[in-house]
């Protein structure tokens, strides 16, 4: 498997993974989430593709198919007088072919993503990851992630 910047030529395929990771979130919270769509457009991730703030990876097989993808974004927090600046590398969007999972893809895309974060002057990786997406929260422990905060919500009738 090659890990590589991801191209615009990879973007139909990125899509199919941005549905297939949709569709996971849709599960969990239909009072958001609407099931057959996806989080961005094509031309929207061309546009990320060509960010100077964005990191765009994909892992390809053998036969050249994009497997997984990590959609990452380097972000500098706004200066405060009580937080020590730093970069950070935030992975916008990580996911794996539902049916490459467990073979570890995600392990490998991960580990680049976090050397990137390295040579890249990087603080942290950081992510967000959906309340009951346990195989995701399962996979991001195992990769040495811990809580930082968390973000709360009161649904109101």
Not at 14 to 27: D, G
Not at 69 to 89: D, E, Q
Request: some cysteine; hydrophobic content about 40%.
């Amino acid at each position: 498997m090659l890990i590589r910047k991801a191209a615009e030529e990879d973007i139909g395929r990125i899509t199919v993974l941005l549905r297939q990771v949709l569709e996971i979130h849709a599960a969990i919270r239909p009072d958001l989430l609407i099931p057959g769509t996806a989080k961005y457009t094509p031309e929207e991730l061309a546009a990320i593709l060509n960010d100077e703030s964005r990191r765009s990876y994909v892992a390809v097989d053998e036969s050249g198919l994009v497997v997984g993808y990590a959609l990452c974004v380097i972000r500098t927090p706004r200066f405060t007088t009580t937080m020590i600046p730093r970069r950070s590398m935030f992975i916008d969007d990580l996911c794996v072919d539902e049916s490459r999972r467990g073979t570890h893809v995600g392990s490998e895309l991960f580990g680049f993503v976090k050397n990137e974060a390295r040579r890249e002057g990087c603080y942290d990786v950081s992510l967000c990851v959906w309340e009951g997406n346990d195989p995701a929260r399962a996979f991001y422990d195992k990769m040495g992630m811990r809580p930082k905060e968390t973000l709360m919500e009161l649904i109101l009738d």
